[in-house]
């Protein structure tokens, strides 16, 4: 009899306190191993990409010089190009961030997001410059923005930051045969 | 929006045109737009950054709102009778309340 409610005392507490931990701490666990997979393979998902436009130019076709590598081939056209992408870390990584953000230092938790954000608004210029037929893209400027602010730990209704990547250069084509000019 | 056509104007972020000369210069073009996120994409974001990755609502929106800050400017270059724009450069800024401005410039230029 004792004992039952005693049992009884331990449980009415226990299940309320392992709820309320659930709804505060789970949602940043499943974000925690739900995102890092995620990211994981989108990471993996970009380098085939990557390599596949690679592999269909002889060179790396975006440059931020103001003139084409090759002066030689007279130029046919040229347009702007250019490509966007927003990304968001996980709240996982947020909330992290918020805890390195007491002791200050270097964050290593956003490094593999933000490195993938960049190298993957980078190869989509690379594919909207093959899918626009350009030979090569020069001037090429990189922006970032900030679109959403980022959380701070106690503001809940916030937990997720923004941020907006911005890439685009001057695409030209280069007409095939190779023309000396009298150099100077 | 009326859509600028394709061939009317020359978009460069260089100095020149490559392959051309510039002939006139006719000063600073610009355009600009001002966005609001939709409440359902927010929606739909604040559930994509649980796990990261690319907010795809706010890219289509930002794009989108982007072609339309160039557009402006290609009109403003094209009622100065130029035929190509040089130097066009582009500018984000966050207003107030989750409102964005986009920004794109450029100097007008009469090319051959």
New interface residues.
């Given amino acids: 009899m004792a004992e039952d409610s005693v049992a009884g005392v331990i449980l009415a507490v226990l299940i309320p306190v392992f709820f309320v931990l659930l709804f505060t701490f789970g949602?940043y666990l499943?974000?925690a191993a739900?995102?890092t997979f995620?990211?994981r393979g989108?990471q993996k998902r970009l380098e085939i990409r990557k390599q596949v436009t690679l592999s269909s130019f002889s060179t790396d076709p975006i440059h931020s010089l103001?003139?084409?590598i090759n002066v030689n081939h007279?130029?046919?056209?040229?347009?702007?190009v250019?490509a966007?992408?927003?990304?968001?870390?996980?709240?996982w990584?947020m909330f992290v961030v918020s805890i390195h953000s007491l002791f200050g230092g270097n964050i290593t938790t956003l490094d593999s997001?933000i490195r993938?954000g960049r190298e993957?608004v980078i190869q989509r210029l690379r594919e909207e410059a093959q899918k626009q037929g350009w030979d090569e893209v020069?001037?090429v400027?990189l922006?970032t923005?900030?679109?959403?602010k980022s959380s701070n730990a106690s503001n809940r209704k916030d937990?997720?930051?923004?941020m907006?990547y911005?890439i685009?250069?001057?695409g030209?084509r280069q007409s095939p045969t190779e023309v000396r000019l009298s150099s100077d | 929006m009326t859509v600028v056509p394709q061939g009317q104007l020359m978009l460069s972020n260089t100095e020149t045109i490559p392959g051309f000369t510039i002939t006139q210069t006719l000063g600073l073009v610009t355009g600009s737009t001002v966005r609001a996120k939709n409440v359902f994409k927010d929606i739909g974001a604040g559930f994509k950054s649980v796990v990261g990755g690319e907010l795809r609502a706010y890219t289509e929106l930002l794009q989108e709102a982007r072609n339309e800050a160039l557009n402006r400017m290609m009109q403003d270059a094209l009622s100065r009778n130029a035929n190509g724009v040089v130097n066009v450069r582009f500018a984000t800024s966050s207003v107030a309340g989750g409102a964005a401005e986009l920004f794109a410039y450029g100097t007008a230029v009469v090319v051959q």
Avoid at chain 1, 159 to 162: P, T, Y
């Fill in positions: 949602p499943l974000s739900v995102g995620h990211q989108l103001s003139r084409p007279p130029i046919q056209g040229s347009g702007l250019m966007n992408l927003s990304i968001s870390p996980s709240w990584q997001v993938w993957e020069i001037n400027r922006e923005a900030m679109i959403r937990r997720g930051a923004a907006e911005l685009y250069g001057t030209i």
